[in-house]
């Protein structure tokens, strides 16, 4: 009984428990009611602040990729991303090729990482992240333009066309660790947006044929065409070797950073089911 009570007391002092009693005493709600509006308030903390981090990484509100320049950052969508400030080669890196060459390595990783949750970082953003000033980043992206693979910034996604559909194609260059801006260069200015969704897709089968489901229940939590789905799993049966294992984990855990994000997607992660076509190469 003594360790109930103890147990209890310190349930009490959770700030879950905190935010129960804050709402009954200042809202006039039931218990139940205050239970009930506690776990939304949780689940809302949870989404935006992000509870999946892996060790060196934060999490940061980027306006969301699809948002269009020129409107008002104020009523623009943002998206929670985990951005990986610390890896286990960065002390290689800094070691062997000193802080500038590190600080190009996390501009170009932060930028991608958050492409890839549908976040678009800015010059300013990158800036306050690794605490550098605005010139730095600009000098940075000026390096990169100058080798033929520019940035893509929030200021420059919108820049680059639509094009055709090259999923299997765009899979197999970013396996092999090219840019998104190289990609769409070699496949006639394919569009960012198209690029981060395909590998979106592509990973969430690798994580599904993982956990054994198959075609029919990947369809119904993604929300592609099972020809397509067909097609990511044999590529992946293709890829899942030892020279693109580092990689493949990367994308699974940029993508989608806990397994529980998987269970809390019972609809699919597009939206509306609009099935794409499985040839379209």
């Not at 080669?89 to 996390?106: K, M, T, Y």
């Not at 769409?184 to 947006?193: A, I, P, T």
Request: aromatic residues 6%.
């Amino acid at each position: 009984m003594k360790g109930e009570a103890r147990a209890k007391r310190l349930t009490d002092k959770t700030a879950w428990h905190t935010i129960q009693a804050e709402l009954r005493r200042g809202y006039n709600l039931s218990p139940v009611e205050a239970q009930v509006l506690a776990d939304r308030v949780q689940q809302l903390v949870d989404e935006q602040m992000g509870t999946a981090r892996q060790p060196g990484q934060i999490t940061y509100h980027a306006i969301a990729v699809d948002e269009p320049p020129g409107k008002p950052l104020q009523a623009c969508r943002t998206v929670a991303v985990h951005l990986t400030l610390v890896t286990d080669e960065d002390g290689q890196i800094w070691a062997s090729q000193g802080p500038q060459a590190l600080r190009r390595v996390r501009v170009q990783r932060l930028i991608y990482e958050a492409l890839l949750q549908d976040g678009a970082l800015s010059q300013e953003d990158l800036a306050a992240i690794l605490g550098t000033s605005r010139k730095t980043i600009q000098r940075i992206f000026a390096e990169f333009r100058e080798q033929g693979q520019p940035l893509p910034s929030r200021g420059e996604i919108q820049d680059i066309g639509r094009g055709v559909s090259h999923k299997i194609p765009i899979i197999r260059r970013y396996m092999q660790d090219m840019s998104f801006t190289r990609i769409s260069r070699e496949l006639h200015q394919h569009g960012m947006v198209s690029m981060v969704r395909y590998l979106r897709h592509f990973a969430l089968v690798t994580i599904l044929e993982d956990r054994g489901l198959s075609s029919e229940q990947m369809q119904s939590i993604i929300g592609i065409s099972q020809g397509l789905i067909e097609e990511y799993r044999a590529l992946y049966a293709e890829l899942n070797v030892p020279i693109y294992a580092r990689t493949l984990a990367r994308l699974k855990q940029t993508v989608f950073p806990s397994a529980s994000d998987l269970n809390a997607a019972p609809e699919p992660l597009t939206g509306p089911v609009v099935p794409e076509k499985g040839g379209n190469r």
